[in-house]
């Protein structure tokens, strides 16, 4: 199983861009890409990703993501960063204030 390639910015230890390789669920992805910044494992952070949003239909958004005419695109808050996921096809974890939902 292949997995999600990240790219650190030197300028910014806490950006991070995963490049979605594979067909594991985004949620997973999302898990490890924030436990890359956090320089954990997984299992290791703070905050559950459903604190946040809500895994199943994060996931059943970007399964169906093939079938919509336009782009997709969703922003949360989650363990103090702000990830956006973006056609799934890439997720930017990035240093945040808040942990609210803005899209």
């Not at 949360?76 to 942990?99: A, C, H, K, L």
């Amino acid at each position: 199983m292949s997995q999600a390639t990240r790219r650190m910015d030197e300028t910014d230890p806490g950006f991070v861009t995963a490049e979605i390789t594979d067909d594991r669920p985004i949620t997973q992805i999302v898990v490890e890409t924030v436990a890359t910044v956090e320089e954990v494992e997984p299992t290791d952070l703070s905050t559950q990703l459903y604190d946040s949003v809500d895994p199943e239909a994060l996931d059943a958004l970007y399964d169906s993501a093939d079938d919509r005419d336009g782009p997709l695109a969703v922003s949360f808050g989650f363990d103090g960063y702000e990830v956006s996921i973006v056609d799934g096809d890439r997720i930017t974890v990035r240093p945040n204030v808040t942990d609210d939902c803005s899209s």
